[in-house]
């Protein structure tokens, strides 16, 4: 399964709504796909998994949507340790596959 | 705490093979399916393989099938991916990184190691 990601840099400001693609090349299973955040010089941080599930500690204005080959992540009035590289992540087959990454920029 | 402690990475030329171990504490290491997880120069990430919590099964991405192995030591809860027949597209940053949903092996990945620099050059 191909992911592709859109756009491939997102420039904005703080305060504005993120709002990130990724696409399948066939069929994801809801529940199986995840949205990582990953800032230079470390490993990528787990926010979403099951589309719409918060992984332990992340804030509620990250949020996850979408079914079959489209899916969202959006993120609601960015904080300044907001602006990274986010990956999506669709892990129905062994092993998955991530998006190329969109990088969001201030 | 979830500790994952990557080591092995190097220099080393094109057809050489290398070992690399992810050293695990603070969970069930035998409860988890486990991966590795690779990204190259550039960035993207590519799950390279994974084992199934009870270390039956294993999986390979098409571009290191046959030559990438992955196996563990439950007692000293460590991780190895063996690596032979190296190429120039292998260079990248290795992670290893465990599933969050304990005895699946479709999981995301909740915690991942600082990862190990892999080098191919001659």
């Known amino acids: 399964v191909v992911l592709t990601q859109s756009p491939g840099t997102l420039s904005l400001s703080p305060g504005d709504r993120a709002t990130l693609s990724c696409r399948a090349s066939q069929d994801v299973t809801s529940s199986f796909l995840a949205w990582y955040q990953q800032k230079p010089g470390q490993s990528p941080r787990l926010l979403i998994y099951g589309v719409s599930s918060r992984a332990t500690g992340i804030p509620d204005r990250f949020s996850g949507s979408g079914s079959g080959t489209d899916f969202t992540l959006t993120i609601d009035s960015l904080e300044p340790e907001d602006f990274a590289v986010y990956y999506c992540?669709?892990?129905?087959?062994?092993?998955?596959?991530f998006g190329q990454g969109t990088k969001v920029e201030i | 705490e979830v500790q994952l402690l990557e080591s092995g990475g190097r220099l080393v030329q094109p057809g050489e093979s290398l070992r690399l171990s992810c050293a695990a504490s603070?969970?069930?290491?035998?409860?988890?399916?486990m991966s590795w997880v690779r990204q190259a120069p550039g960035g993207r990430l590519e799950w390279v393989s994974v084992m199934s919590p009870n270390g039956v099964d294993t999986y390979y991405a098409g571009a290191v099938r046959g030559r990438f192995s992955v196996s563990r030591d439950i007692p000293k809860k460590t991780l190895f991916l063996q690596m032979n027949t190296l190429t120039l597209e292998d260079t990248a940053i290795y992670f290893c990184a465990k599933g969050v949903v304990r005895g699946a092996l479709r999981a995301p990945f909740d915690f991942w190691g600082q990862g190990t620099v892999v080098t191919v050059s001659s």
């Open positions: 603070g969970f069930t290491f035998s409860s988890y399916a």
């Open positions: 992540q669709q892990f129905a087959s062994s092993p998955g596959t």
